[in-house]
């Protein structure tokens, strides 16, 4: 029996829904479940409402969306299958996918070979600056769409190998990439790539000390929701970025980064964002810890000896001139303008009036070329939790 069939014999069989009810809660024409039934024509983002229509609650959609996936028969929408897993960071259906499809001859063949690199890369077991040498063995990707998340995931390395003016040129090249994605049907993955250039530019856009790209890739990642560690991640990088401007704002959004956190059943990602909110609040307090208080907060949290807020309060503690210029321009050798501008704060407020300072502290690289609009994938988050879709004209958009 068809994948269509199948789920129209199971509609049928329910007493609550038929294909009428079933179009009208996705807000999308009954000829459209009609085609769907008949040619099992549907799109990805439609596939996903239509798996909490049938569903009670968030987590049996998720599950029914797992076995679905594993059982799509559309090249379209089993490559598109593979960008759900990844985005949603359901590392075993993605695995599932992999081994499934290991055995294509299929243009499918590409999406295995990529996505087997991202889920090495989301299990640790590839290191992010070995990425690229992957996907060269590949040679040229073949799929359009596909080459668009290649790119992506060279600027995964090109950021571990610190080489941002490379990861700027590529990532703006990107953004083009993305908005050239139009096709209705290929929706989901669209946005699903404006999401990862999103997480992959506000990481580095703290970094480099340009706080307004920073904001403006945190409330993209914010209004999408789509994975609550992404979420805190986004909320915890808004924060930093008014740890100068406007306590109120950062310690608000450190909260929330922490309270996300504890949603994701992470543990380490609790204690992380934990972390992140005590070290904002001694910042705060403009107190120098000593080496003892440090290592302790260091060994309750699990954080390592490179975390940028350890340097940081290793250095004042010193309450050396000297080490705390080392670690200044080891921050600014590293492109970490943020916490070199920190660092140089901290000095110039102790009565050091070198001149460089004041230019550190304002020193920043900005990211040219933003394209997307804070809100241009909040429909993410409604195709992949909930039915609750008000975006009327999308959906009629998406069902031509």
């Known amino acids: 029996m068809s994948f269509n069939q199948k789920i129209c014999d199971l509609i049928e ?17 009954l000829h459209y479940m009609s085609k769907f039934k008949n040619q099992g024509t549907i799109s990805f983002c439609n596939l996903l409402k239509l798996s909490h229509v049938m569903s009670l609650s968030t987590v049996e959609s998720k ?24 985005i949603i960071r359901d590392t075993e259906l993605l695995n599932e996918l992999i081994n499934k499809h290991l055995s294509e001859e299929t243009s499918i ?5 990529v996505y087997k690199i991202l889920y090495d890369y989301m299990k640790d077991t590839l290191p992010g600056n070995d990425i690229e040498v992957e996907l060269e063995k590949y040679g040229k990707i073949q799929d359009p769409v596909l080459r668009v998340l290649s790119e992506i995931m060279k600027c995964y ?3 571990f190998d610190k080489n941002f003016e490379r990861m700027f040129t590529i990532g703006n090249e990107i953004e083009n990439s993305i908005l050239a994605v139009s096709e209705s049907r290929k929706l989901f993955i669209r946005n699903c790539y404006i999401h990862r250039i999103a997480e992959l ?29 992404t979420v805190a991640d986004a909320y915890y990088r808004l924060g930093m970025s008014y740890l100068i401007e406007d306590k109120g704002l950062c310690l608000q959004y450190l909260e929330q980064s922490h309270e996300v956190s504890k949603k994701s059943g992470i543990f380490e990602l609790e204690q992380e964002t934990r972390h992140n909110l005590l070290l904002a609040k001694i910042y705060y ?10 290592d302790q907060i260091k060994k309750a949290f699990y954080q390592k000896d490179d975390d940028d807020f350890v ?7 010193s309450k050396d001139y000297g080490i705390m210029y080392e670690v200044l321009e080891h921050f600014f050798a590293q492109s970490n303008y943020f916490f070199a501008g920190l660092i140089a704060r901290k000095l110039y407020n102790e009565g050091d009036s070198h001149p460089t300072l004041k230019w550190i502290m304002g020193y920043k690289k900005e990211k040219r070329g933003i394209n997307f609009e804070e809100n241009c994938i909040s429909n993410l988050c409604n195709d992949i939790h909930n039915t609750n879709n008000r975006q009327g004209t999308r959906n009629k958009e998406l069902s031509n």
């Not at 069989?13 to 024409?29: F, G, H, S």
């Not at 307090?285 to 440090?294: C, G, K, Q």
């Not at 340097?311 to 503690?317: D, E, K, L, V």
Request: glycine share 2%.
């Open 13 to 29: 069989d329910r007493e609550d829904l038929n294909l009428t009810i079933v179009a009208e809660k996705m807000d999308v024409p």
């Open 63 to 86: 599950d029914l969306m797992y076995n679905w996936c594993l059982e799509l028969n559309s090249t379209e929408l089993i490559k598109q299958s593979f960008e759900y897993a990844a």
């Open 109 to 113: 063949r590409e999406y295995v070979g």
């Open 157 to 159: 390395n090109y950021y």
């Open 201 to 229: 530019f506000c990481t580095v856009c703290l970094q480099l000390n340009d706080l307004e790209a920073t904001r403006h890739y945190a409330y993209i990642i914010i209004n999408a929701n789509i994975c609550n560690k």
């Open 285 to 294: 307090e403009d107190r120098v810890l000593n080496f003892e208080e440090i």
């Open 311 to 317: 340097i940081f309060f290793r250095a004042i503690a």
